[in-house]
């Protein structure tokens, strides 16, 4: 991609949001033309209709532009010693040809981003996320022998999510990948990776592949799947009630990234995020291992929760209260989960509340009805499971429908 | 099966002063210790070596500053150590120098100097609030984090003392302390007499071993830390090679083993706490603590940066030792000549730093990884009286403003030019001094870091400014000893309080690593 | 005839802290008179025509500092003040590089990594860091200094203050803040970049208007300094001031006048009145004489004590103090009338860069090596310079299609060395022109037809500044920026609460805590000092706890 205008002096950086591989053909299709910045890059947040989209996901299949996420490979002799010290689960247990997620602190324990670790070979590995990781991934390796590229602008994905994803692959030619097992990864064609991954917890597939073949990629998905299989471009707003009928964690709502934010006490540990199982302290040493220890003992200060909400208003921006008068924390993500028909969110909350107390939780939730303002005192019970499970997401071979 | 060796309590890494300090201390509460020295001679930056046959001259350290005298009480070091006070002459151009003797500034030719008590009340003022931050040099930093915690609070009350203590001083004082603890020599001095050689006396005294000049601010507090324990330095008998002898003679007696050329290649470390060390050659030896009296970067590089979190190393790689100082020691073979020194003055120390202006000048210099046009010198005679049975006469130059960082690299020719300028600038004030050198050992700050394991070859293996003291020394977060894996402490002067043949770095660690229990 | 006439209180100085501070004592009800030596208001923030048409800023030349609770609080918008702000600015190397500035965020990072891939994350880093140190210090712009040898109350308060404030932010962050007070804006940047190039653009801040090198331990304080303004709660953004920096002053003195002030212009101080250690009022170099209980000097501290009111009527440790306080001159100012606007051959045409500021940093040593030549009292070969055109952003500073040009240059000594011997007084017409032309040389290497432009230029050297505005060696700060005169040492211990021995005598100009740059907060403390002595509850601005 290009970031700077031409070789020709003066060299001027471009100032513009810059298109995806894919935008031309997003922009083609796109009615309402809604769009926002993601790294740099012009994403869509709609592109016909929220709900058109959503139950796209749930229903047909979709195509979402994953293209700005930040992506580094880590490759070298020491590239699993790396990506050990990086992140807090072990990387060992990723086969080669898997995909994990993860999680990575800073030295006082509290996330800095959360993401996916590729394992594409014994001494190699990409990583996916959405904070820039370029630098510290630099600091992380100093002493060891592996090479660190950002293949952010030059690598292109693409999401292919919903029940007839596989249907859709088939159709297109790639029907190998009928084995493949949620988390696994694979060179499916020279160039074409494919890995069983998602954020929307239904069936679904991440196709990656160098930029320039990015029209080709498109252009056979779509080919396979518009007619046939219903399959539509989606935008954020469609996934972002897909992710958290999960609980899928997104970075800057239900936690501050903390190498981002300047002011103090942002940060916040993979225990009180919800992922303390995620940590290995068996390992050997990584980063922030110290810290996480004193942290396990002394116990979580926060509690990051699924919540129900009663009514159907979504929770967002409400304060969570213990009884009708203290304040205990705040919704962090909310919408109202047309499958599950629940008003659902995510809730960061003050230990112990969300913790060992969990009872007698109430939202306060403003609405807003045609020029007034209501404020509604509303239940909130917290929820361990997802809101959304469907076995056909893990299903191996996948249904074809 | 191989032969295991011995286990140890401890093992320290370095047979430095500091390293050797540590042994002691803990081999008088009845620990085994065994000190692993890579180079074949014991002492570091404090020993003396043999510089032509029969002749002993000292490494680089050749006088005594703050040896500290709680260490030396502590250890039972002080009836061992035979060291007196000596008068400094700061060297003029124009033939008239000045002398420091019992704490009074005259002219080398007794006559009284106008700036004698502008001297006086900084000297005054230096050592009385150097005295203040002494104690502190003597304690674990305070760690903030556990501020309002048990185990805080001596450090806490150790602070508050010095609150106290301050307070005391009365209000005059105490805010001349808070202006100038963190300012610069050049203006303090400039302040209170007009540029020459006490000016220059006191900006050489600021900034040996330093990277700063005499405007740098800072610098008023590297001559408090200096004048901590008195203005004047000492002289010890047989050189600062006997300290380091008399701190050897209290380790072994206490069942202390000191092994030369075992240079340690690596940690064993299991479970996030050290096992023991590897040495180069492959042989192992375990112990519960593994002390490291090389610089904060070196060690960690020892340890391996997998076992420090990524800021720490990043922390660990930007702390700054940028030597600036080179030794130079002359074999003479006559009696030196000065113009203008009695020969009754010519046992003390002498310095050349004829302004603040001149030492400023060199250090602007030396900043860019060039030479000075004209060093700051400090020199000594110290065996005048035993050489001269043999005829031959030493002479020991502490070169100041030499960079580690050469433009170009520190190869042979570097070194010929370091040997070059020291000689030039010492003939413009001991005028035959070329024709009398038989020999020439000329020690640059690069050759000082290979030989010693002191980073940079700074002699405090990290600059002494405000960013990398108390609890940021050697790094925020890595303050009070315990570095990193479990059982391994810095026992240099890399660590808190800094550098100086004081041993208070070594005595500090050892106490703390017995207070945190990683021995039980 | 002389006249005497009786005030409650007088300002000595109609700079804008002098008049911020007149502001607010008429506003309590005092009958207040400022008294200025030259014909307008403004001291260092004037407005002037430098040449047919042309409008500029005498000496300070952008706005940032000047902190919005006073402008809110004085209503100054009402009387005309409208700042705007800039986000560009470039530095360039004069070889062909460029390193420009950019409001967004991801553009900025895409130029960043035009010269450095590593240093982009870096860039943030280093931002996330300077923004939080900012958000630390910013409350304490508008409190006093406690004097931490004193036991009174108001003093232990603030100290209390100050201790919860760094137990909040934990004991890691007190050991980054340690560090970054203290050290060298070199060796701070040095921590985060690889790029000479990137660290250069960044070290200017470090050292403008100080009398110290990027490489002097307590440089990154000074970034700070410069870094803990706003423009709209934009935390480091700087503006321009609509009509320039005098607009500010005018904005101010109407403020005053509406608040029953009055403002004598014309009116140099001979000196103050002093009665058995108290002050009586001022009398004027005319002759004429003005009485007060309270006297308000608005120039730095060194005029004020050792020209104005004479050692002997001082103990002897302050005015010792006071000699030793450090006021020193290290920057001179261009000021250019342009009948076009100069090619910039390596820059982009008309980006948004060209509304900020422009440098030729091509190295922390060449800006260290600039240091140096200063140091032995020379004008640096190879000078720094902060370069604006506020034409660009105000187009009526000058005529249709004109350009106005702005140079802040660094170093020039105030007693530059000739043959040996250095004096201000060195600085004749041939000196000036020769600094001039040093400059112009700097200016050519990124702009070479900048010479061709010129319609007019005026040059000043800090003995120039100092004679014209009263600042000492022209000193922008007046005192450095150094510890050992911040807080509780500005610009004395023992009176950093804008007091003096003298009873009724007060220093409200940027001598004081917390120091300069158009932050008006140092005569705004001081009328808050004032008034409390007098007894007065006036509710004054303070920064809100929960703006950070």
């Known amino acids: 991609m290009k970031l700077f205008k031409s070789a020709a002096k003066p060299v001027a950086v471009a100032r513009e949001l810059l298109p995806t591989p894919f935008f031309d053909k997003l922009d083609a299709v796109s009615l309402v033309k809604n769009w926002h910045e993601w790294n740099g890059y012009l994403v869509a947040d709609v592109v016909e209709a929220v709900g058109k989209e959503y139950f796209a996901i749930r229903n047909q299949s979709t195509l979402f532009d994953i293209s700005p996420m930040c992506k580094y490979r880590v490759k070298g002799p020491d590239a699993l010693r790396v990506m050990n010290r990086l992140v807090i689960r072990d990387v060992a247990k990723i086969g080669v040809g898997r995909v994990g997620y993860a999680m990575w602190c800073d030295e006082e324990g509290m996330v800095i981003d959360d993401g996916t670790v590729f394992r594409y070979g014994d001494d190699e590995f990409m990583l996916l996320c959405q904070e820039h990781m370029f630098t510290w991934l630099h600091d992380c390796a100093w002493g060891f022998d592996v090479s660190i590229t950002d293949e952010t602008h030059n690598f292109c994905g693409l999401a292919l999510q919903g029940p007839t994803s596989f249907s859709v692959l088939k159709e297109a030619g790639l029907e190998s990948v009928a084995d493949m097992k949620p988390f696994d990864l694979r060179e499916i064609e020279p160039g074409l990776w494919i890995s069983r991954t998602g954020y929307t917890g239904d069936l679904g597939y991440e196709l990656f592949t160098d930029s320039q073949y990015a029209h080709q990629l498109w252009d056979r998905l779509w080919g396979a799947g518009h007619k046939l299989w219903g399959l539509i471009p989606i935008g954020f707003d469609a996934l972002e009630i897909a992710r958290l009928e999960v609980g899928f964690l997104a970075p800057g709502l239900d936690f501050q990234p903390v190498h981002v934010v300047s002011r103090i006490n942002r940060g916040r540990t993979p225990f009180e995020l919800g992922f303390g199982r995620l940590v290995n302290f068996e390992k050997g040493h990584f980063n922030g291992r110290r810290a996480l220890l004193k942290h396990r003992d002394e116990g979580s200060r926060y509690h990051l929760v699924r919540l129900d909400i009663e009514g159907k208003e979504p929770a967002k921006d409400a304060f969570i209260y213990s009884g009708r008068d203290k304040v205990v924390g705040h919704v962090t993500s909310a919408v109202w989960s047309p499958t599950a028909k629940r008003n659902i969110a995510l809730a960061e909350l003050e230990a112990p509340y969300g913790g060992k107390v969990k009872n007698g939780l109430w939202a306060e939730i403003y609405v807003y009805k045609e020029g007034a303002w209501q404020r509604r005192q509303k239940k909130a019970v917290v929820v361990e499971t997802p809101f959304f499970t469907n076995a056909r997401s893990r299903k191996t071979p996948p249904d074809l429908f | 099966m191989a032969q295991s060796e011995k286990r140890y309590d401890v093992i320290v890494i370095g047979a430095g002063h500091n390293g050797l300090v540590s042994a002691a201390t803990l081999a008088k509460l009845g620990k085994r210790v065994c000190v692993l020295e890579k180079e074949n001679e014991i002492g570091g930056m404090a020993r003396n070596y043999e510089i032509a046959d029969g002749l002993q001259a000292p490494r680089i350290a050749h006088l005594l500053y703050n040896y500290n005298p709680v260490v030396a009480r502590e250890l039972g070091l002080a009836e061992k150590i035979d060291k007196a006070p000596i008068s400094t002459i700061a060297l003029s151009d124009d033939g008239r120098h000045i002398e420091i003797a019992n704490g009074a500034l005259r002219y080398a030719d007794g006559a009284e100097h106008p700036d004698a008590a502008a001297y006086a009340e900084i000297r005054r003022k230096i050592e009385k609030f150097g005295k203040l931050l002494a104690p502190l040099a003597l304690r674990s ?161 020892m340890a391996g940066p997998q076992h420090y979190d990524v800021e720490t190393v990043r922390r660990l790689r930007n702390v700054r030792a940028k030597g600036m100082t080179a030794k130079v020691n002359l074999v003479l073979r006559q009696e030196p000549k000065i113009g203008g020194v009695s020969l009754a003055q010519i046992a003390g120390r002498f310095v050349i730093a004829p302004s603040a202006k001149y030492v400023e000048r060199a250090f602007s210099k030396a900043k860019y990884g060039e030479f000075p046009g004209a060093p700051v010198i400090e020199f000594v005679m110290p065996m005048v009286s035993d050489a001269a049975q043999r005829g031959r006469y030493l002479l020991s130059a502490i070169v100041q403003y030499i960079p580690y960082h050469l433009k170009g690299g520190w190869d042979d020719a570097a070194r010929d030019r370091l040997t070059a300028l020291t000689i030039d600038t010492l003939s413009q004030y001991i005028p035959e001094l070329r024709e009398n050198i038989a020999h020439v050992d000329a020690l640059s700050p690069a050759f000082i870091e290979r030989e010693t394991g002191a980073p940079g070859g700074h002699w405090h293996h990290g600059e002494l400014s405000t960013d990398q003291l108390l609890t940021v020394r050697p790094v925020n977060g890595m303050s009070r000893y315990a570095f990193g894996v479990r059982g391994y402490y810095l026992c240099g002067a890399g660590a808190h309080p800094g550098g100086g043949v004081s041993g208070a770095a070594g005595r500090n660690s050892a106490l703390q690593l017995l207070k945190d229990g990683v021995l039980s | 005839m002389t006249k005497c006439d009786s005030y409650d209180a007088i300002v000595v100085g109609a700079g804008h802290n002098g008049l911020t501070t007149a502001c607010y004592l008429a506003k309590a009800g005092l009958k207040t008179l400022v008294i200025e030596k030259n014909e307008q208001i403004g001291g260092a923030a004037v407005s002037t025509e430098l040449y047919d048409g042309w409008i500029y800023s005498n000496c300070s030349y952008v706005c940032s500092l000047l902190r919005q609770e006073i402008i809110r609080d004085l209503e100054l918008p009402r009387f005309g003040l409208q700042v705007v702000p800039f986000r560009g600015g470039v530095n360039l190397d004069g070889k062909g590089n460029y390193i420009g500035a950019y409001p967004d965020h991801y553009v900025m990072r895409r130029e960043i990594a035009r010269h450095s891939p590593i240093d982009v994350d870096a860039y943030d880093r280093y931002y996330q860091l300077v923004m939080r140190q900012c958000r630390f210090i910013r409350p304490f712009l508008l409190r006093p200094a406690p004097d931490p040898t004193s036991m009174k109350p108001r003093d232990i308060g603030e100290l209390i203050y100050l201790v919860k404030r760094m137990y909040d932010i934990g004991p890691r962050e007190v050991g980054e803040m340690i560090r970054f007070w203290t050290m060298s804006i070199g060796d701070f940047l040095d921590e985060f970049f690889e790029s000479e190039f990137v660290k250069a653009k960044f070290a200017g801040s470090g050292i403008i208007g100080t009398g110290l090198g990027v490489y002097s331990p307590g440089t990154a304080y000074v970034l700070l300094h410069h870094y803990m303004g706003d423009v709209d709660g934009s935390l480091g953004a700087w503006g321009f001031a609509r009509g320039a920096m ?287 002595k007098l007894g007065k509850t006036t509710a004054m601005p303070t920064v809100a706890d929960d703006e950070f």
């Open chain 2, 141 to 301: 930093p305070p760690d903030l984090s556990e501020g309002l915690s048990l185990a805080g609070a001596g450090e806490a009350a150790a602070i508050a003392k010095l609150g106290l203590e301050l307070k005391m001083f009365g209000k005059k004082d105490m805010r001349e302390f808070l202006r100038i603890v963190l300012s610069n020599i050049y203006d303090l001095a400039l302040d209170e007499m007009p540029d020459g050689e006490v000016a220059g006396l006191l900006a050489a005294d600021a900034v040996w071993g330093a990277w700063a000049g005499p405007r740098s601010p800072g610098t008023v507090f590297l001559l408090m830390y200096r004048y901590a324990y008195g203005a004047d330095p000492s002289l010890p008998k047989r050189g600062a090679g006997a300290v380091v002898d008399a701190i050897v003679d209290v380790a072994r007696s206490r069942g202390v083993e000191i092994r030369t050329g075992a240079a340690v290649s690596r940690l064993n470390i299991k479970n996030d706490a050290v096992t023991g060390v590897v040495l180069e050659g492959g042989s192992e030896i375990s112990a519960k603590v593994v002390m490291s009296s090389l610089g904060a970067f070196p060690s960690m590089k």
């Open chain 3, 246 to 532: 005098g607009a500010i002053s005018k904005a101010l003195g109407a403020a005053l006048e509406e608040a029953g002030g009055e403002i004598r212009t014309d009116a140099g101080l001979g000196e103050f009145v002093i009665r058995n250690g108290k002050v009586t009022g001022v009398a004027l170099e005319n002759g004429d004489e003005y009485r007060a209980p309270i006297v308000a000097s608005n120039m730095d501290v060194k005029r004020t004590i050792l020209h104005h009111v004479g050692r002997d009527k001082l103990p002897g440790d302050y005015v010792k103090a006071v000699e030793r306080f450090k006021i020193r001159g290290s920057s001179g100012k261009l000021n250019i009338a342009l009948d076009a606007m100069p090619r910039f051959p390596d820059l982009p045409e008309n980006g948004e860069i060209f509304q900020g500021d422009f440098a030729c940093n091509t190295s922390l040593e060449m800006l260290e090596r600039a240091y140096d030549d200063w140091k032995e009292g020379y004008w640096s070969s190879g000078p720094y310079f902060d370069m604006l055109i506020p034409t660009k952003i105000d187009p009526t500073l000058a005529p249709p299609g004109k350009h106005m040009m702005s140079v802040f240059v660094q170093y020039a000594p105030y007693d530059l060395n000739v043959g040996g011997v250095r004096s201000p007084n060195n600085w004749t017409d041939e000196k000036r022109d020769a600094f001039a032309e040093c400059v112009f040389d700097r200016l050519s290497l990124v702009c070479p037809d900048i010479r061709e432009r010129v319609l007019h230029a005026e040059v000043r050297s800090p003995a120039d500044i100092e004679r014209e505005v009263g600042l000492t060696e022209g000193n922008i700060f007046q005192g450095e920026l150094t510890f050992d005169q911040l807080l509780f040492n500005r610009p004395a211990p023992g009176y950093a609460q804008y007091n003096t021995p003298i009873e009724g005598l007060y220093i409200v100009g940027s001598s004081t805590h917390p120091g300069g740059g158009v932050m008006a907060a140092p005569g705004a403390n001081a009328a808050r000092e004032i008034l409390r």
